[in-house]
């Protein structure tokens, strides 16, 4: 049994739940490419660029040019929650809690599946023919936001050189490019006016303070994003990543990312039951799963843009 469910026993007479303020499920699903897998771990293969040769003259034997072959794996990770609530409990409250805790739990697990693509977004991917070969996240795909000589919050200067990272990889624009950013990072952009001037974006983001899209970028709020974990130089005045001045070390990552270069592994979507436990003197038990993996495939269609945290 809940130990909280006791905050809903009767004291006023009441029959509404309510859920505090969260998250509700995932946000980022619909911006990554979906799969489906069966079996623990799954091989993607990525076909590389090819280079045309110049004919050498008539009748010329043909060229036999080797194609780039490649793969990424993603192993999958079970998730599962649940809880009980016992008969006494029911007759204490005034509420059937069933399927509110199911609610919860799918709200729950839908951050949990966020958590995945943006830690594998970023993280280690594996390559080779068994997965065994770990690839990171070069710098060259990383920009730190920089302002005054120093490091700051996100703006646009660090948004047109995220844009200039992909569009100089060649990731083409007719792929959707995403955004994920937290509350903190949107204040400081907003401040900007590029964002909030009506001759450069719409006047949406000044009077509803919302950024839908700007500079190519569909944006999703998100509070889960990540913060980089050791020291990590850069360039104080560019915002080169890889070797300058200033240090990124528990800088905040606004994660960028074309919508086919973050694949999201399925391989039992979210599940819930809510079944009477013989065992537990016949109380209801509420539960919830999922088995879900994700990978970079493409180290050219994701960038991390660094920001200062305050």
Not at 70 to 84: F, N, Q
Not at 262 to 282: A, H, N, T
Request: hydrophobic share 40%; with cysteine; glycine share 8%.
């Amino acid at each position: 049994m809940s130990t909280q469910i006791t905050t809903a026993f009767v004291q006023q007479f009441t029959a509404n739940v309510f859920h505090v303020a969260q998250q509700e499920g995932s946000r980022l699903r619909n911006a990554v490419r979906n799969e489906m897998q069966k079996g623990k771990s799954a091989f993607y293969e990525r076909v590389g660029k090819a280079t045309a040769q110049l004919k050498s003259g008539r009748h010329s034997d043909t060229p036999q040019i080797d194609t780039p072959h490649s793969r990424r794996m993603v192993t999958l990770l079970d998730y599962e929650i649940a809880d009980m609530i016992d008969n006494q409990d029911k007759v204490r409250i005034l509420i059937s809690p069933e399927s509110e805790y199911a609610k919860a739990f799918a709200y729950a697990l839908g951050r949990s599946m966020d958590d995945v693509i943006l830690d594998n977004a970023s993280g280690t991917a594996y390559s080779g023919e068994a997965g065994t070969t770990t690839v990171a996240l070069t710098a060259t795909q990383k920009v730190a936001s920089v302002a005054s000589a120093a490091g700051t919050k996100l703006n646009v200067q660090a948004l047109r050189r995220a844009k200039k990272i992909f569009d100089g990889n060649d990731v083409s624009p007719m792929i959707k490019r995403y955004l994920a950013h937290n509350a903190n990072q949107l204040e400081n952009l907003l401040s900007q006016t590029e964002v909030t001037s009506s001759d450069f974006n719409t006047v949406r983001a000044l009077v509803q303070g919302e950024l839908s899209t700007f500079l190519g970028f569909n944006f999703i709020g998100s509070q889960q994003i990540n913060v980089q974990a050791g020291a990590l130089a850069f360039d104080t005045t560019t915002g080169a990543v890889g070797s300058g001045g200033g240090d990124a070390d528990t800088y905040q990552k606004v994660l960028c990312w074309a919508q086919d270069g973050i694949v999201l592994s399925v391989g039992e979507d979210i599940k819930g039951r809510i079944s009477e436990r013989s065992d537990k003197s016949y109380a209801m038990q509420v539960y919830a799963c999922m088995s879900i993996g994700a990978t970079r495939l493409e180290e050219e269609k994701v960038v991390e843009i660094l920001c200062k945290a305050t």
